[in-house]
């Protein structure tokens, strides 16, 4: 369960000034199951190694912060599992998710059977917005949802970029890798004040900050309930 293994990870080799393993026995706790989970989930030594150095670099260095990103990021992403945006949609769901930009049964119908419909569907729903060109630039494509919390938008690649003195073309690749996909998310989370609603434990507005609305409320707390547990040792 990747929603317990990357708390654990971000707790156990981070120095937070001593904050978050006090105590010998919660610390081997920690260490028991994070080598449980390390043998049964691939990838975790690599999500481990790039939050240990990034989660203090952005002040994502308490309980409650790093298990409200914790739980956000595993909810965006399929657990960790999932890095880019998937638009792999049926036309009814089109129809539910951007009404404002298909807004017609026919027109999700025509884009859900082009060839490469994720691009089709990118540059339709992304166009003239967040800084993107219309349909035909295929910005909506070029700068889609990526890395832990869905980096969206010519915008945020830009600005991400201009924080990391990188060219925006190479933005794509790298929010593909462990260490750009945790970067944004630690970007975005610092970019957007997301600390102020982690130390207060408000999951809700967090979410919404996120996401815009409440989608997946029910699950980004289960997620941030469980990761604070173990956090604090109480798992």
């Known amino acids: 369960m990747l ?6 990870m971000g707790v156990m080799y981070m120095d937070m000034n001593n904050a978050m393993y006090r105590a010998a026995e919660e610390t ?10 390390l043998k ?19 002040s994502i260095n308490t309980s409650n912060r790093i298990a ?11 657990n960790f599992m999932v890095l880019k945006e998937n638009l792999n949609y049926k036309p009814s769901t089109l129809l539910k998710i951007f009404p404002k930009y298909f807004p017609s049964e026919s027109i999700a119908n025509d884009y859900c059977s082009r060839l ?6 990118a540059n339709r729903a992304y166009a003239n917005r967040m800084g993107n060109g219309d349909e035909a630039s295929g910005d909506g494509w070029r700068f889609c949802g990526r890395g832990l919390i869905q980096l969206t938008g010519r915008n945020n690649y830009q600005a991400f970029a201009d924080s990391l003195e990188m060219n925006i073309n190479d933005v794509p690749e790298y929010l593909g890798t462990f260490e750009g996909a ?12 997301l600390n ?16 815009g609305g409440y989608i997946g409320l029910e699950d980004r707390i289960k997620h941030y309930n469980h990761a604070l547990s173990v956090m604090k040792g109480t798992h």
Not at 3 to 8: F, M, N, S
Not at 183 to 190: L, V
Not at 196 to 211: C, E, P, Y
């Open 3 to 8: 929603v317990i293994a990357l708390p654990v």
């Open 196 to 211: 102020n609603f982690a130390d207060s434990g408000d999951i809700k507005n967090l979410t919404r900050a996120i996401n």
């Open 40 to 58: 049964e989930m691939r990838g975790v030594a690599d999500w481990h190694e790039a939050l240990s150095i990034l989660l203090p670099d952005y």
């Open 68 to 78: 409200a990103f914790i739980a956000q990021c595993a909810h965006e992403s399929g």
């Open 182 to 193: 945790a970067q944004s998310a630690c970007w975005f989370w610092e970019t957007n004040n």
């Open 28 to 37: 081997r706790k920690m260490k028991e199951l994070r080598i449980k989970i």
């Open 116 to 121: 490469n419909k994720q691009m089709h569907i």
